[in-house]
C-alpha cells in the first residue's frame, strides 16, 4: 500500500542553522509533492509545492528537493528562527485525481 | 479574500449520535476536501468534492458522507458515532485551476469529542 515516512523524533536545532527535514514514500508515484507548516491547534498551511520533473525548488528560506529515484524528498529551512517551530507535513498527490496522502509531519524545535 | 472556515469550532457528542460538520471554502475555490487528523493516524483523507460531485474517497466507513451544494460550501455527516471518531476534522479548499490550482487551503478545523 502506499506509503509515506517522515522522521516521527522530533528535530531540535540551534538558532541560525540548517534544518533539513526528510519525506520517504514507497508504492506511489506523484506528480507533485507539497509541504504544509502546521502550529498547534490550527490548520496546516502551505508552504511549497515541487513537480515530479523538478528537483528543486526554493522559496526565501526554504528549498526543497525532490528526488523521484530515491523516492524522496528534502525540505530545509536555512537559517532557522525559533518562530520556525512547528509540524511540518509532507503530502503526495497523483495525477489524473488521486487524492492527497499526508505525511505523519515532522515536529520541528528551534533553539534561541 | 476571507479564509476557509468550518463551522462549529467544539463539539462534544456522545456515542451513538450523529454529527454534522460544515465548511466555506474560499470564494471562487471549487474543490473541498475533508480530512481527518488524530495523534495516532495523522491526517488522513476523508473525500472531495467538486462541483458538487464526490471526486474522491478514502477508506473510511459508510458512517461517514459528505456532500457539497452549488455555491461550493461542503458538510460532512458523520453517523452512529464512536469513541475513536474522536478528532480534529479539517476543511481544505482548492482553486483547481490557475497557478496555485495544487494548493490547499485549510481551515481551523473543528475538534470533534466523542464521549
Known amino acids: 500500500s502506499q506509503k509515506i515516512e517522515q522522521n516521527s523524533e522530533a528535530l531540535n536545532i540551534q538558532e541560525g542553522k540548517t534544518a533539513t527535514l526528510t519525506c520517504n514514500y514507497t508504492n506511489y508515484s506523484p506528480a507533485y509533492l507539497q509541504w504544509y507548516r502546521q502550529d498547534p491547534g490550527r490548520g496546516p498551511v502551505f508552504l511549497l509545492l515541487i513537480r515530479e520533473n523538478e528537483k528543486e525548488k526554493r522559496k526565501e528560506r526554504l528549498k526543497v528537493t525532490f528526488d523521484t529515484t530515491l523516492k524522496q524528498s528534502l525540505f530545509h529551512i536555512t537559517a532557522s528562527q525559533p518562530a520556525d517551530s512547528a509540524t511540518y507535513l509532507c503530502?503526495?498527490?497523483?495525477?489524473?485525481?488521486?487524492?492527497?496522502?499526508f505525511g505523519a509531519g515532522t515536529r520541528l524545535f528551534v533553539k534561541a | 479574500k476571507a479564509g476557509v472556515t468550518q463551522t462549529p469550532r467544539y463539539l462534544i457528542k456522545t456515542r451513538g449520535q450523529q454529527v454534522t460538520l460544515s465548511c466555506s471554502p474560499i470564494?471562487?475555490?471549487?474543490?473541498v476536501s475533508w480530512y481527518q487528523q488524530t495523534p495516532g493516524q495523522g491526517l488522513q483523507f476523508l473525500f472531495e468534492?467538486?462541483?458538487?460531485?464526490?471526486?474522491n474517497k478514502g477508506n473510511f466507513p459508510g458512517r461517514f458522507s459528505g456532500r457539497q451544494f452549488s455555491n461550493s460550501r461542503s458538510e460532512m455527516n458523520v453517523s452512529t458515532l464512536e469513541l475513536g471518531d474522536s478528532a480534529l476534522y479539517l476543511c481544505?479548499?482548492?482553486?483547481?485551476?490557475?497557478?496555485?490550482?495544487?494548493?490547499?487551503?485549510f481551515g481551523p478545523g473543528t475538534r470533534l469529542t466523542v464521549l
Open positions: 468534492y467538486f462541483s458538487e460531485t464526490q471526486r
Open positions: 503530502a503526495l498527490d497523483g495525477a489524473g485525481g488521486f487524492k492527497t496522502i
Open positions: 470564494s471562487g475555490h471549487r474543490s
Open positions: 481544505a479548499s482548492s482553486p483547481v485551476a490557475g497557478l496555485r490550482a495544487n494548493e490547499q487551503f
